[in-house]
């Protein structure tokens, strides 16, 4: 009973957190929206037992991307300008529509299956027993530290070197321009 | 001494040849030219001693060349007396002439140069002499060539002198691929090249295979034939010897007089057992006779006096030929060979002593009382004269008589032709020596005598022209191997008469005459233009290889036309058929059509490039949702 | 082993994309100089009569019975050899500035030689076939000299790339559609036990791909055009080594894989390569551009080897001569005595057009008083060229010659003419050049450099090396 | 075990998802369209744990071991994507998507 109100809440506050974030003018708002938004999602994921990923979704979500969006608002000037008035009807129209269709073809398959016997798309699972009793968030961690350190070794070593490579990239996209002898500001 | 030395002889000079090529002292030069040469002839003559002592053949093997297989090439050398003679004669006459060199060039600013080519054409010669394998022989011919191409376009800044070079290494290189072809047959008939090998060796036992037809033995001395009337100038090669002359007069006497062209006749002599035993020898010895006459009937045309000497060279060799060819061994022509190359040598050397003397005057019209100016080249070469006009008891006098004798016996008209010869011979030496020595110079600066490095080897050499058939050529024809034979009368009195009757003519007719400023009675138009061989070989195969190089030239642009032609024939093709019936079947259907459905799809894309992002990412979503829809619900 | 020399000029255009310009040079001379040190170290190791060696074999694509399989034996020990030689001079040979993207171009043409000429699979083999092509291709395009150069590394490239497609297509129906092996070793196998039945069709595709290569009469048109704009130590490559990856090619697929067929067609094949010989010496002769009449020296002197190869498809053991032996070698030592020497010559054609700015044989003359060290070089590798003895062409020649003298006299006899057109076309240049009176424009043209002679100085060294003692290198190809 | 099941979460995922597209396909402010793509990449990692926790293998771990590459690839992205917002923004002086169509053929 707790688990399913503490579900239906997180989820409340992860919708109405996306919805505020693509919705207010006020980017910065917006910001704080998102953050919202990653920290229910990360009390779901406690509530499927995967700790480590909901530790690492409030360091990295909201520790490192939010500051980073933040950063960014500041450094371009007239984000909270007039962008709200041109969100004309036809944009609005058609990607609301779609916005409501994509999930609903994903959605209603789900729904329908529990009440037709057809063969279900998605196997639906009574979540796993062995599980609920065993995992604990110590083992969890554990086992997935085994795991990304043996089998997933490689793999974790690219993830690494693609991390570096994007840090590098980021900060020479973003480097200040170079004033050339012409004066002219030429792309970094 | 072991016949092991026997490879320093040619070793030595090509050591000279590498240290002194890149010298730039030329006395230095000289001194390291001489020197080796010396040490060459010293081994050359143990070696001589040791032939005649031993009599047979000996071989020494120093080397493999390569090996496939079973088929083996080695560097081995042969001693018998015939090498040993070739060799001995080469190194003392090559010694003469390096020595005569070293004063005769020594203002040259390329003297060094001249000695490296001098010494490796020795080398190269020695390696022919002393060869035991035809392959090796072979190889050392070309260095031959290739020196003797060097030396005469050595004054290179003279485009004379370069063609002419040019001349004789590919007219010689004409009979070198006859003679590469008689080696392919040995060959590949004997399995061998070994000259002898106890017992195994190509002269020793003949190949006795046909090919096309024809025995191995007569196609390989054939082959082997071409070569030697390559090297040896005989018809209808003999053009490229009087051009020779354009190199200094040295390499004139030593190459074309004394050795390389006498290596053709070498050669002849050397596989003797296979002209014998294909029965060749008649041809060999007509190819002679007619070189001789023909030859000497040129030189009385010419005013060049090394042409003169150039083509009594070819005469001579011509003789030699007879000699090999009408004799059961090879021993009358090689020693005609050996009192040649003395005697020529020296009058090669005269001749180069009388044009330095005259202020590098050549044209016998405007030279004239050398005798009075030149005293010791005038007796020098009057010794050299006599040995050449065969005048009684003079070297050329015996070996002449020797061919003469051999003719006689083997085929009478020969004769007739080798008389006749040798009384043009007489008749032309004559009309030089009257031009050269007698009267008043007629040239514009005062003739002088040379210095003594240029005189001396003249001097040994007239002893030699005139000594050495009297006092050893009797021993020398019995250990060549010659057969004795009769002395006819008739060839004897035959031998004084032309002899004397020639020189006694030439005397009656230039004697009185006003040289120089009037016509020669005997140098007729086809005479003085050598009876037009170069006009003629120009018109007939300088004319057919222009033709066949054309022809290829035609072709190939024939080809690249081809080649052109395709690609616009594919075009061509596309249109006919694009614009022909099928223009709506294969056009609508494929080509033109699909590329304009193409096209007409791309403008229905384009309108939805409004390269706006959001309007992109509707349409992926709208894909997903078609995905999306077919997979639940369409997909069964 | 063999793997590390092949890539060494690989790593090399690495390292030459990431470090500095500057560099280039060095880089792409060290690849080639690591690939010619691991060569000369497995050489040393050789053992003639051992067979396949130092092979490397691993499974590529097993479903298409593709192996990365590399190994060294007599047939490629010498070739080689020749191709890594020839790498560091290339690289030496090219004009001191060079962009990043020239030596980039030619680290790669490397490699794509080296595995030519080491690969054992036919599909690897391709592959670098095709990748020593490419390269090339743009070399020409982009470094080359004047307006043709174009049109000339276009015809370069259509001509082989259509070879190429015939070879390809030729292979996949010889391996049943990648359903049976690629391998050389394999088919040859195959086909010395009668179980490969190839035919005639499959047999001139692949010819056809390799007569490309050599070039031969009439698929030669590309190779004036393209040695003549190609930039010099592209041309060097192109005659020195390209061509022998034809032949190559013949000696590998051709004579194993094909018997039947060659024997059937070996006489066409020797009047093909003799009209090639004879049609190069012909058309030399008339050639006012130097680098052009050098182009078609090659295409003659490479025929030779062709030449010999119809005798291997004749040939029977039963003479007097072992003449199956005596052409497989005279060929190989052909490959490489006149690697070395047009390499060599082609050399001296670029510096002889880079001092004077012009080419053509009556732009020159006598050079022998301006420029005495290059004329004697040039003397040197002419005169081996023309097959003079005691240099490198001669021991090749006569290996040739009397192979095909004991199948084919009449041929034999006629291809003599060839050598003597030969000697008649280089004698005529060598006049042009070298002699006569020096005209003002070449009186100060600088002779040889330090530089240059020291690039000549091994090359020379070889000629003579390989035409005195001949049996130190035909030992490698003993078996 | 609760009655919550696994269609909870995939039908709050799927919301999320909408969420985001709308987002994406609405907003022209680059950095919105950002946070619409965290919000896709967060609902697609709630797919991935939920499946795992419901799935016949949990103890393979798939689901986490996803969701953390997909966390750093993600993070990754931002960053990279927040570098360009700044460089387009110093070139067009904008940051408007509308106003950034040089793709558009002309």
Known sequence: MIEQVAFYILSAVAVLGALLAVSRRNLVHGVFALLLFFAALSGLFVMLLADYVAAVQVLVYIGAVGILLLFTIMLTEHVTGDDLRRLGVRGWFWGLLLAVAVPAVLILPAVLNEKSAKAAPIVVAQGNPALANNATQANTVKALGKVLMEKYVVPLEVLALLLTAALIGAVAVAHAPEKDASGKDTPA | MSTEKLALIPLLPLLAAVLTCGMRCGRRAAAVAIGAMSLSLAIALVMLANAWAHGGVQTVSLADWLVVGAAKIQFSLLLDPLSACMAAMVTFVGLLIFIYSSGYMKDDPRCARFFCYLSLFAAGMLGLVLANNLLLLFMSWEIVGVASYLLIGFWFHKPAAAAAGKKAFIVTRIGDMGFLIGILLAFTQAGTLELFDNGNGLLEKIPTGVVWGIG?????????????????????????????????????????????????????????????????????????????????????????????LAYSTVSQLGLMMVGLGTAATGAVGMFHLFTHAFFKALLFLGAGSIIHGCHEEQDIRRMGGIARAMPITTAAYLCGALALVAFPFTSGYFSKDAVLISAYGADRNLFYLCALTSLITALYVTRQCVYVFIGTHRGAQAPHESPPVLTAPLVILAAFALGLGGLAGNSLLAKLGAKHSEHPFAVIATSWAVALGGMLLGWVIYARRDLGRTTDPLALSALANKFYFDELYAATVGRLWTALTWLVVMLQELLAGVCELGVQLTQATGQFFARSVDVRLIDELTMDGLARRFHKGGEVATGFQTGLLSGYLRWIALGALAVGVFVHWLWK | MISALTFAPVLAALLILLLPERWARRLALGGALASLVITGCLLGQFNPSGGLQFVEKAAWIPALHVDYFVGLDGTNALVLLLATIL???????????????????????????????????????????????????????????????????????????????????????????????????????????GALQPGGWVFIAVLAG??????????????????????????????????????????????????????????????????????????????????????????????????????????????????????????????????????????????????????????????????????????????????????????????IFASAFAVAPTLTVVATLGLLATAVFLLTALQRLFTGPTPEHVKFMPDLSLEESLLLVPVLALVFWVGLIPGRWLAFSAN | MSNLTLEHYLILSAVLLGIGLLGVFTRRNVIVVLFSIEILFNAANLNFIAFWRFGDQPEALMGPIFALFAIAVAAAEVAVGLALVIAVYRHFKTVDLEKLDTLKEE
């Not at chain 3, 004036?224 to 590998?252: C, D, N």
């Not at chain 3, 003449?323 to 060929?331: D, E, H, K, N, P």
């Not at chain 3, 050399?347 to 001092?355: I, K, T, V």
Request: hydrophobic share 55%; aromatic share 12%.
């Open chain 2, 216 to 308: 191995a033995a007569k196609l390989i001395s054939l082959f082997l034939f071409c070569g030697a009337i390559g090297k040896s100038g005989q018809l209808p090669l003999h053009v490229w010897l009087p051009d020779a002359m354009e190199g200094p007069t040295p390499v004139s006497a030593l190459i074309h007089a004394a050795t390389m062209v006498a290596a053709g006749v070498f050669l002849v002599a050397r596989t003797f057992p296979l002209f014998v035993e294909g029965q060749t020898l008649p041809l060999v010895a007509w190819v002679g006779g007619l070189t001789a006459f023909v030859a000497a009937l040129i030189a009385l045309g010419q005013y060049d006096i090394k042409r003169i």
């Open chain 3, 87 to 193: 790498a560091p001079l290339a690289v030496l040979a090219s004009p001191a500035q060079m962009p990043r993207s020239y030596y980039l171009l030619l680290s790669l043409q490397f490699t794509g030689l080296f595995g030519a000429f080491t690969a054992l699979n036919f599909f690897h083999w391709f592959i670098f076939w095709e990748m020593a092509l490419v390269p090339a291709f743009f070399l020409i395009k982009l470094f080359g000299h004047g307006e043709d150069r174009h049109r000339a590394a276009l015809s370069f490239f259509l001509f082989t790339v259509l070879g190429s497609v015939a070879m390809l297509l030729g292979f996949l129906f010889l391996s049943n559609g990648g359903q049976e092996s690629f391998d050389f070793i394999a088919l040859a196998d195959k086909a010395k036990s």
């Open chain 3, 210 to 399: 390799l007569c490309v290569k050599v070039p031969l009469v009439p698929l030669h048109l590309w190779q004036a055009p393209a040695y003549a704009a190609a930039p010099v130590p592209v041309t060097m490559l192109l005659t020195g080594v390209m061509s022998k990856m034809g032949v190559y090619g013949f000696l590998r697929i051709i004579v194993p894989i094909f018997p039947q067929e060659l024997r059937a067609h070996a006489e066409t094949l020797m009047v093909l390569a003799l009209v090639t010989i004879l049609w190069g010496a012909f058309l030399a002769l008339r050639q006012t551009q130097l680098k052009r009449l050098l182009a078609f020296s090659s295409l003659n002197h490479v025929a030779f080897c062709v030449f010999g190869v119809g005798v291997l498809g004749i040939a029977t053991n039963a003479g007097t001569v072992d003449v199956q032996r005596l052409a497989t070698q005279g060929i190989i030592l052909q490959m490489f005595a006149h690697g070395i020497t047009a390499a060599g010559l082609f050399y001296m054609a670029g510096l002889l057009e880079q001092r004077a700015g012009k080419d053509g044989l009556n732009d020159f003359g006598g050079l022998s008083a301006a420029t005495p060290r290059l004329a004697i070089a040039f003397y040197l590798l002419a005169m081996g060229s023309l097959g003079l003895p005691f240099l490198a062409g001669f021991a090749a020649e006569f290996l």
